[in-house]
């Protein structure tokens, strides 16, 4: 089985090629590497144990309260949206960082997103699947989930298309098809390179199909480079529609808190820094295992620990701006309910927000810090609690407080309801996990374009030589 391109391939180069990693010296060590990241470990075994342990735990409350019934999640009117739905929209925000890292940035070029995207590639997909789980939980009878899909049916029964459930029903069909379909793409190149290594024929033969007949031809990286670009520029907008149609859920209601038109742009750059906190949690740790430090360097940390800093800034104006319009508006509704957000009944939930998304990452702008991966790793932990609360702030309290006094109640969540945010975690982490020991965690392909001109080096998809990559820096990098 061939693979070897002629010398007159060239490869598109991609946006990560003027950004060097010193210490790679050919393709060879390039795919040694981080196919070496595929041999299963202890440490790897353990966590697949704990997550599919805390996943058991929530399939268990989950079969419970099917059991007995949704009033064992803790709802006590009116509030009746509890963790479910918090838990819902932390992890289709979560899920977004994967988008803007690998297609946004992208477009824009930005080197640094190389060694990471992949990651955050996984983590969309994987947290889109852990989302989608919420609203079929919430509605109570799972087994009816699909009366949420508009498909023909002989009784002409509908979705009701007014409904919050419908549009998050097609905002996460959407962002999970894309999603899957982006990573998919990015990943036939290192696939080949897995099949063209692989010595079990099971295997082989499965990456063989997956990999769909990937010779490393001129042609091939024209039709890559052309593909990897559309479905950057389609995923694009769903970075701005999938967490606005999320946010439509709250604001298109009269609920105070939740009546306002900032919502959709406070949702995606809320969604963008959880997302980027998440990623941080995944990388630290993966780059010290695996040994990627020459891969991952601080560099790459530094400049998404900077996009994390101006994503938490964004954020903390949101927070300001939502208090500002509340007392301008004059509504004794909305400024007795950010009165009890911050000094009432719920201040304890809104204080942890605040200090999480918006004093401690300040520290970022220290470069000492933003280079530092046990901090990172640290404010990382409390990025993803302050982001969880803050949807907690935005639904709890709102429904707890609303217009009359007579219903003002207090919302205490049940085990049932901490056992599937538990087994939530242990669902993603699960996924996550058999990913990184059956597909590389870091591009190859991409990989590739940094690593320093070499003579010809023998192993490997991407086969080059020192006189295409001169020509290749003569034309520009444009074939």
């Known amino acids: 089985m061939a693979t070897i391109a002629p010398p007159e391939v060239r490869r598109p ?47 268990a409350a989950w079969t419970y309260q099917i059991y007995w019934g949704l009033g064992q999640a803790g709802y006590a009117p009116p509030v009746m949206w509890g963790v479910y739905i918090v838990t819902f929209v932390f992890w289709v925000g979560i899920g977004h960082a994967g988008t803007l890292i690998s297609a946004i940035l992208y ?8 060694t990471i995207y992949r990651c955050a590639e996984a983590m969309t997909v994987f947290a889109v699947m852990t989302a989608g789980l919420f609203p079929i939980i919430h509605i109570g009878r799972p087994w009816k989930f699909f009366w949420l899909i508009p498909y023909p049916n002989w009784r002409l029964i509908w979705p009701q298309f007014k409904s919050p459930l419908v549009w998050d029903v097609f905002a996460i069909t959407t962002y999970l098809i894309v999603s899957t379909t982006f990573l998919y793409v990015g990943l036939i190149p290192d696939i080949a390179v897995l099949r063209d290594r692989e010595k079990n024929p099971i295997r082989k033969r499965i990456f063989a199909v997956l990999s769909l007949g990937w010779r490393n031809t001129e042609a091939e990286w024209r039709h890559f480079a052309r593909a990897y670009l559309f479905l950057a520029a389609f995923s694009t907008p769903l970075v701005l529609s999938v967490h606005s149609v999320v946010s439509f859920d709250f604001a298109v209601t009269l609920v105070p808190g939740w009546h306002t038109t900032v919502f959709p742009p406070y949702f995606v750059a809320g969604a963008i820094f959880s997302g980027i906190g998440m990623v941080f949690t995944i990388i630290i740790p993966v780059r010290k295992w695996f040994n990627l430090q020459h891969y991952v360097t601080l560099n790459h940390l530094d400049a998404a620990a900077k996009m994390c800093l101006f994503t938490s800034m964004v954020v903390g104006c949101a927070y300001i701006m939502e208090f500002w319009v509340a007392w301008y508006s004059g509504n004794p509704y909305e400024q007795n309910f950010f009165w009890n957000r911050v ?10 927000m605040l200090l999480c998304n918006c004093v401690l990452p300040l520290s970022l702008f220290w470069q000492k810090l933003r280079r530092n991966t046990t901090w990172l790793f640290i404010l990382s932990l409390f990025i993803n609690l302050g982001m969880w609360y803050e949807r907690f702030v935005i639904v709890i309290p709102s429904l707890s407080n609303e217009f009359e006094p007579w219903q003002w109640t207090h919302y205490l969540p049940s085990w049932v309801d901490m056992a599937l945010l538990l087994g939530s975690f242990g669902w993603f982490f699960m996924w996550f996990l058999l990913f990184v020991k059956q597909l590389p965690v870091i591009a190859i392909a991409e990989i590739k374009e940094i690593v320093p001109p070499k003579m010809r080096v023998h192993g490997g998809v991407g086969h080059h030589v020192a006189a295409e990559r001169s020509a290749s820096a003569q034309t520009g990098g444009r074939h």
Not at 13 to 21: D, G, Y
Not at 29 to 49: C, M, R, Y
Not at 343 to 352: D, K
């Open 107 to 114: 477009l824009f070029r930005a080197g640094f997103r190389t």
């Open 13 to 59: 180069n991609l946006p990560s090629a003027n950004v060097p990693l010193p210490a790679l010296r050919d393709y060879e060590q390039v795919d040694n590497e981080i196919i070496a990241t595929l041999k299963p470990t202890v440490p790897w075994f353990g966590a697949v144990l704990v997550s599919v342990f805390c996943m058991l735990i929530g399939a």
């Open 343 to 352: 000094f009432g009944q719920w201040w304890w939930a809104a204080w942890i």
